[in-house]
């Protein structure tokens, strides 16, 4: 958790007054000056003030009646104004303690902004995908055990698995390479527990599981030697928000590996026309939802613009040939499940639309069990070395 002091910051154009970090004064004469900026922010906006407390590790009364009561006394002399605060569910204690000015206070209003941050939550962390999860990481792991030491990995480091779903990854990371310590953070509640139910099932205590959102973390800056973040950047729709955290939170010198795909170069034979067809339609699908299942070779431009350099990019195809068929058999049945039966059906496509669109994984998985048949799914590596 970040225990940094607190920050307090407005910004004009968004009409957004900032608090983060940790606020435990003991007396209101220590946080004068935060509070002179709160009115001062109060007289230049007009309309919506948004107070986000996002980042608000700590806050104690002192701090609390302090900022809420500059709020209250302004709703009962500024009729043309109202507040917003901007909480997270990640520092729950900040939704139940701000909600109590919104029912003094009808002009104060309390957003979990997190209950829906990015337009493919609700895919992404539905809980029947994940199942499948290790399956799709024992394929890929086969291919990046052997290129993760290109990109930063090596015994002994302090890393970071960012959006790290069920914690598979990370308990590979930790028999492979042995960092000495791993911290593997995710926004999603039932993976984590998942994760923690598997570690404690191999008696692993080690890997810290940390609930928190990718792209307002709570951990301290210039702390990890290796910050991962895989098949993730592509479902977020500010991709740019998220790689600004994982360059925060790498020490300098210390490096970013992400992986992710481009989903209309899935291929099969046979059926391959078949195949491109549904994988090209995969991508326009999760357009429509504002994520980008193309990103893989867009890796270098995202690193570069966010400042990294010394990057390295590679891809790799995992196929069917990998190991078991059925593996890529029953990671494909699962694409299906979510894309055809729940995106699809969400987008509002025609029935003749999705029964093509099926058909196309039941192709994919034609040729991922036929004894003639291939096929790929192909994978995109990339890191970045953080400035010194």
């Known amino acids: 958790m970040n225990t940094t002091p607190f920050f307090a910051d407005f910004d004009s154009k968004s009409q957004e007054f900032v608090l983060a970090g940790v606020i435990r004064p003991h007396s209101v004469d220590e946080i004068a000056a935060s509070i002179f900026m709160l009115k001062e922010a109060i007289d230049d906006v007009r309309g919506v003030l948004y107070i986000n407390v996002k980042r608000l590790v700590q806050m104690n009364n002192t701090a609390f009646q302090a900022f809420a009561r500059v709020v209250l006394d302004t709703c009962r002399t500024r009729s043309d104004l109202r507040f917003v605060v901007v909480t997270s569910s990640v520092v729950g204690w900040t939704g139940r303690m ?42 890929t792991w086969r291919h990046e055990r052997s290129i993760l030491s290109r990109h930063g990995m090596r015994p002994g480091i302090v890393m970071a698995d960012i959006c790290c779903g069920i914690g598979d990854f990370a308990m590979l990371v930790k028999k492979e390479f042995r960092p000495t310590r791993i911290v593997a953070l995710d926004h999603s509640q039932a993976s984590l527990a998942y994760a923690r139910e598997v570690a404690a099932s191999f008696s692993v205590a080690d890997i810290e599981y940390t609930y928190g959102d990718a792209s307002e973390m709570l951990l301290e800056d210039n702390q990890f030697d290796l910050v991962t973040c895989r098949h993730s950047l592509q479902i977020f729709n500010r991709p740019d928000v998220l790689l600004k955290e994982l360059l925060r939170i790498c020490k300098p010198g210390g490096r970013v590996y992400i992986t992710n795909e481009k989903n209309s170069h899935c291929l099969g034979e046979p059926c391959s026309q078949s195949i491109q067809w549904t994988y090209n339609e995969v991508a326009k699908l999760f357009s429509h939802f504002e994520m980008d299942v193309e990103l893989g070779p867009k890796s270098r431009r995202y690193l570069t613009d966010a400042g990294f350099e010394d990057i390295l990019v590679e891809s790799f195809m995992v196929t069917n040939l990998d190991g078991d068929p059925q593996d890529f058999a029953d990671v494909i049945a699962a694409w299906e499940n979510v894309y055809a039966g729940q995106m699809a059906v969400k987008r509002g496509d025609p029935p003749e639309f999705i029964e093509r669109f099926r058909q196309g994984f039941r192709d994919h998985i034609f040729a991922a069990l036929h004894p003639k048949g291939y096929a790929g799914w192909p994978i995109w590596a990339a890191s970045g070395r953080k400035p010194s």
């Open 98 to 139: 701000f909600k109590h000015l919104s029912n003094i206070e009808p002009r104060v209003t309390v957003e979990v902004y997190d209950s829906g941050f990015y337009p493919g939550q609700s895919f992404v962390e539905d809980t029947s995908f994940i199942p499948i999860l290790r399956t799709q990481t024992r394929m």
